[in-house]
């Protein structure tokens, strides 16, 4: 059986391009350290942020609909940092720059290790960073 090794892209539509690139250079540039191309596709502009991991593009709505988290479709994005000190670490920087993170705090409802920081970008995307917890580091290693 073919295994799936990684997320390769996630594609965000955006309902103000500048405005969520402005958010997103804080975010994944200046507080996790992404690389940034930009494209056209199909004459659309998108904005491509990456890693050596995966990409994170944006790409311009066509429609004025909102966002609603509850709504068929994404509920929230979660990066993975290594320790509870990079979660920590990235929500302080995300709050200097000016991104409304939450305190990075421990919430054990979600397992006994859980750290993490929930924030959202100018279209109401939830986002969270959490760090590498033991039971996935195990499921990864053991599996």
């Known amino acids: 059986m073919t295994e799936v090794t990684g997320i390769d892209h996630i594609y965000i539509t955006v309902s103000d391009l500048q405005r969520s690139e402005a958010f997103y250079d804080r975010v994944l540039i200046d507080a996790l350290g992404f690389r940034k191309n930009k494209f056209s596709l199909a004459g659309d502009p998108h904005i491509q ?6 990409g994170f593009v944006l790409r311009p709505s066509r429609s004025s609909a909102g966002y609603d988290s509850y709504a068929p479709g994404l509920h929230h994005f979660c990066l993975r940092v290594d320790s509870v000190a990079d979660v920590v ?24 290790d859980y750290w993490a920081s929930f924030f959202a970008d100018p279209d109401g995307v939830r986002l969270e960073v959490t760090n590498y917890r033991q039971e996935r580091r195990d499921r990864h290693d053991k599996w």
Do not use: C, I, Q
């Open 89 to 112: 670490t990235v929500a302080d920087r995300l709050r200097a720059l000016g991104v409304e993170a939450s305190e990075a705090k421990l919430y054990t409802e979600y397992a006994p």
């Open 49 to 54: 942020y990456f890693n050596r991991h995966f």
